[in-house]
Every structure is written in C-alpha cells, then in structure tokens.
C-alpha cells in the first residue's frame, strides 16, 4: 500500500491535542518536502498489528506519546542506550531490518537550554522539582553531559528516591517538600518538571519556595501550555535567567524530522511562532468549551 509518499505520524490516546503535526507540518513546508506527519488515535487492542503494519503502510517511522512509549519500546527491534536506561521511546525509525527506538526528550532539554542561555551541564550543580517520567530522561540526559550534582524533590518523595536510585551517587533525593531556601542553595540550574501549573491549573501547595537567586543561575520550565508559568514569574522575580518549555519541544522534535526525511532543520523564530499561534487556537478552543 505504500504509495511512494513518505508518511510520519504521532501515535497516542489521545493524539489530537499534539503540537508534533504543527512542528513537523512547518518543517516539511519549509523544505518542500511531499511527505506527511499526522495524528494517530490508536486504541490500546490496535497499537501491535498498527505498529507492525506501518512500514507497508508508507510510514517511515513515528512520535510515540502517552501511554504508548513503553510498549513502543518493547517492539523496537534496537534501542539507543537511553531509551534502554528509560525503557520508553518517542523516536520510532523503520528501516529493512525493523523498528530502530530512541528518546529525544533529554537532548532535547539540553539543546534547548544551549539555545536559550548558552548553559552547558559540565560540572553544574542542578535542583530538580518532580520525579516523573519528563524528569527520569532530563537527569539521564544531565548526568551524561557531566552534571556535578543533582538533587531531587517531589511531592511524593519515594518516587524521588526511587529515581535517584535509578543513577549513580551523583543524584540524590531531597527530604522535604514543598522545596524552600536550602534544597536551591548553590544550585547553577533549577528545574522545573512538576506538572504544577499545567494549563492554569494549580492544585495544592505551590512545590516551591524560592529564595533570591543570583543572575547566572538558569531556571528551566517544562510545562509549555501555558508558555508563562507560576514557576517562571517565580524564578524571574527571584532574579534567574529563565527558560520556558516551547524550546524543549521543538528542540526534541529536530533529530526525529531528520531521522525520517533524512533532512536537518533548525528550531527558529519561525517554528517558534508558528507552535504559539496554534497553542492560542488551543487556548481559546478550550475557553469555547471546544
Ligand atoms: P508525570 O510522569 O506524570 O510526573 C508528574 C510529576 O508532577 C510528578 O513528579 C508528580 O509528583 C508531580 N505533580 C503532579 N501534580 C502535582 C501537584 N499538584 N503538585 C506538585 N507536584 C505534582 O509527568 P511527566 O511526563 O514527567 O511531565 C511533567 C511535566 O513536564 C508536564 O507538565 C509535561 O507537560 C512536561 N513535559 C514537557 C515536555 C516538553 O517537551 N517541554 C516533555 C515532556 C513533559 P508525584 O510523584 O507526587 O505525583
């Protein structure tokens, strides 16, 4: 069935609030490419026999989102040595030999901090707020580019010492929560990868209390809906360089553009503005009860 037009796509459930086709969508336009990215709403029974199928298909390979990254990862024939440290993909690439899994996430964190501030991890020391899946592969992503130290906290706190214990004794987990004044003493970067704050919704007590900060310490958000955080008013009020969560989106999505089209493309002011136009559609759909 393959009809000789290249085909990559998002699978998850569900897949239609994925910014991936925006990302893809304006690079292919940019290039002049004839391919296309689409959403996949796959139900839980299908996701086998549709990933197995996919090749004959046309697809040259996929983004893989919630809750499918772990079986994606379980049918790939190779893995990259993160993804295998993860156990989870969202880079799937088909070639005659089978499907090849990566996870993009983490360099996509560190490409965008570079962009953003110019901060490399080298010898840092690193604050971390939350311990779930985003922050597993930005600490594996840090400690490979030769993080100094890092700490983390979460609302649960055994799940933070669950993901310590995941790396070696450079990562170590903080007792109290909400953070305040001494879990960022001294910290270079502080991160925040809680979902506190995800589309204005604030539930409980704020997972920080910032001290004033000193102008080279780097403050990362995750979140990117809404791009301006309570976490991010925060940390520019405590005086830090900040960086929103638009950028570790479109960064992760640069090397899965390539891997399928064989095309490198650049993360610029652009793409930038094109994924906030449609995250405003997305807002405003949702205040329309869309
Ligand atoms: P996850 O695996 O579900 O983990 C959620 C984390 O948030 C856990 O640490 C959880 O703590 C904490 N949390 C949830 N509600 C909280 C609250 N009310 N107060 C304090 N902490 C709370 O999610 P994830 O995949 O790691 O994603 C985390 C964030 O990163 C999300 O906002 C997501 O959108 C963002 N993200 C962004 C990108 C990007 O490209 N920019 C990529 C991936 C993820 P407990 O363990 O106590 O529940």
Redesign the pocket.
């Known amino acids: 069935m393959d009809n000789g037009h290249p085909l990559a796509a998002v699978l998850g459930l569900p897949a239609a609030h994925s910014l991936s086709p925006v990302i893809h969508g304006h690079w292919l336009a940019a290039c002049d490419l004839s391919a296309s990215y689409i959403p996949i709403e796959v139900q839980n029974a299908d996701f086998d026999s549709f990933f197995q199928m996919a090749p004959r298909l046309g697809f040259r390979g996929f983004n893989v989102t919630a809750p499918y990254k772990q079986r994606a990862f379980e049918l790939c024939v190779t893995t990259t040595d993160r993804a295998r440290r993860a156990q989870s993909v969202n880079l799937v690439v088909f070639s005659a030999d089978g499907a090849h899994g990566d996870s993009t ?1 983490g360099r ?1 964190f560190l490409a965008s901090l570079a962009a953003a501030v110019d901060f490399e991890p080298a010898d840092k020391r690193i604050a971390v707020l ?6 597993r592969a930005i600490v594996d992503a840090l400690l490979t580019a030769g993080a100094a130290t890092i700490v983390l906290a ?3 706190q055994a ?1 933070a010492e669950a993901l310590a214990a995941r790396f070696d004794d450079r990562v170590s987990a903080w007792s109290r929560w909400p953070a305040a004044q001494s879990f960022f003493d001294g910290a270079d970067l502080i991160i925040h ?4 704050g ?1 589309k204005g919704v604030c ?2 007590e704020k ?1 920080w209390r910032l001290p004033p900060l000193k102008p080279d310490v780097v403050a990362a958000e ?3 809906a809404p791009l301006e955080t309570p976490f991010l008013r925060d940390a520019a009020e405590a005086g830090a360089r900040t960086v929103d ?1 638009l950028g ?2 479109l960064h ?1 999505a640069a090397p899965c553009f390539t891997a399928w089209f064989g095309v490198d493309v650049a993360v610029d002011a652009g793409l930038r503005g094109a994924v906030m136009r449609a995250l405003d559609r997305q807002a405003s759909e949702q205040g329309r009860g869309v």
């Open positions: 996430d996509g939350g311990a779930g899946g985003a922050a979460n609302r649960t799940r990868g809680t979902t506190y995800m539930d409980g997972p995750l979140i990117y969560g570790m989106l992760q």
